[in-house]
């Protein structure tokens, strides 16, 4: 049984992000008070009764001729002839409008299941805020105050339910290929989330667009045209991926508006919420401070990685031997990240982008038992003993796994604070080269094991001090 898919529809601005949040209870789509914020599709779930709905979030419909407001009518529309039902939202605040005339006209003609909402009433009387809106041809109209969460139950009772009711039996079957099925929604556990990040301008939806072999997020010039983290559910080689396009991130002195700090922000919650980043960076302006400052960040969340240079082809061989150089030369610390040289924009070079996402992903989440890293320990130690520290040489004694996402090394052992960074970075090395961890941080954690002697110390002096005081009476 595949979800059934509800679209959220309107003018900009009337709420229809906020009542996204509302329904999914959650605060993936951002909500500012800034028309035409919502520009590409963003899909979340929820259950009412037992039955799953997956919801799209829209860019608001409106008329108009620029480039990339055209393209965002035109997935807004898409959406539509993807959907099952669709809530048509108005605004009650700004009354009826001609746009919303337009949208009414083409929900007819489409012949969807359509609940018109009446939102923001808070201030209105609600006869009063609903009346001029019965002139749209509905019979039934659900008024609602996003914001605060009010009468988003009465559409849920008196719209979905019934209408769940009448649609208990039947199988939804879709003519396209763009619904998916609901355990892509349900299990976060089981999907492999893959966050598309880098510097504005780079290629991010290009190259999300080329995975999901369909244009599901809008593909400008312009910097900053992704305003929003989108995902974007596929299925690949019978796996479930989550491929979330985010906005670009540029230095903080650059950021001009309060839209583009939190859709920075919104770009660095799903690198700290996704299993595999793929860090993109343009060929043609090169390795910049912006694009180490990323990388240094995915690190920091111990994140797996893959280093994706899109416009290869834009650079003759010479520059491409100069670009290579500069990479080594910059990313030395990088060497087990694997790299890709593409044009997302031709489909150049994609061919092995996924096998490396998803040896990234495997060996972050390797399990490794307690023999075997002791072992490697081991074989470390024999072939490079720890250091001597004020005479006496470290010990180091077994390890076991500390924990996954990123791999966590525990090593027990004397003196294992004094353990200079080289060392580490020595054992990190012999690690991962052992284990065959591509694509992700390993972290090692030193325990310290307790000194025996020490206590039969205290043991010996706390008997001297008894034996004293007895001896004074």
Not at 7 to 32: E, H, M
Not at 463 to 469: D, E, H, Q, S
Request: glycine share 6%.
């Amino acid at each position: 049984m595949l979800s059934t898919i509800i679209a959220l529809v309107g003018r900009p601005n009337v709420g229809k992000s906020t009542l996204f949040n509302c329904l999914t209870g959650t605060r993936d789509a951002l909500v500012l008070n800034s028309p035409g914020l919502t520009r590409d599709l963003k899909y979340g779930k929820f259950t009412v009764k037992g039955f799953n709905f997956v919801v799209i979030d829209t860019g608001g419909i409106e008329d108009t001729t620029d480039g990339i407001e055209t393209e965002v009518v035109d997935l807004s529309l898409s959406a539509i002839d993807e959907a099952d039902i669709i809530f048509f939202m108005v605004d009650a605040q700004t009354g009826l409008m001609p746009t919303d005339k337009y949208i009414a006209h083409y929900l007819y003609k489409n012949k969807k299941t359509t609940f018109l909402i009446v939102n923001k009433v808070d201030e209105i009387a609600i006869p009063i805020a609903i009346t001029e809106f019965y002139e749209l041809g509905f019979t039934e109209i659900y008024p609602i105050t996003a914001s605060h969460n009010r009468g988003i139950l009465n559409i849920l009772e008196k719209a979905l339910i019934p209408w769940i009711n009448n649609s208990h039996n039947k199988q939804i079957i879709k003519k396209n290929n763009l619904l998916f099925p609901q355990n892509v929604y349900s299990q976060k556990q089981l999907s492999i989330q893959i966050a598309i990040v880098g510097r504005p301008n780079v290629g991010k939806s290009t190259i999300a667009n080329r995975i999901a072999g369909k244009n599901r997020v809008i593909v400008s010039e312009i910097p900053g045209t992704t305003r929003d983290s989108i995902s974007i559910p596929i299925i690949y080689e019978k796996r479930d991926y989550i491929i979330i396009d985010t906005a670009g991130v540029r230095n903080r002195n650059k950021r001009n508006n309060k839209i583009e700090h939190f859709s920075v922000i919104k770009t660095m919650q799903s690198i700290e919420q996704s299993n595999v980043i793929i860090l993109v960076v343009d060929a043609v302006e090169g390795i910049i401070h912006q694009d180490i400052c990323l990388l240094n960040f995915i690190f920091k969340s111990g994140k797996p990685l893959v280093i994706v240079i899109n416009k290869w082809d834009m650079l003759n061989k010479k520059n491409k031997i100069l670009f290579k150089e500069i990479l080594n030369h910059r990313l030395y610390f990088a060497k087990f990240i694997q790299t890709h040289f593409i044009s997302a924009l031709h489909g150049m070079g994609m061919q092995n982008l996924f096998k490396s996402v998803r040896e990234a992903y495997e060996s972050s989440t390797k399990h490794i038992n307690t023999s075997i890293l002791t072992r490697i320990m081991y074989m470390a130690k024999e072939n490079n003993p720890p250091p001597l520290i004020h005479g006496r040489r470290i010990k180091l004694k077994y390890a076991h796994a500390g924990g996954y996402s990123p791999p966590i090394v525990v090593i027990h052992g004397n003196q294992t604070k004094n353990i200079p960074e080289s060392y580490k970075r020595y054992l990190i090395k012999y690690f991962r080269l052992y284990l065959n961890i591509k694509g992700t941080p390993i972290r090692i954690q030193f325990k310290e094991a307790p000194n025996p002697f020490i206590e039969k110390s205290k043991n010996c002096n706390f008997r001297k001090k008894k034996r004293r005081c007895l001896t004074k009476f």
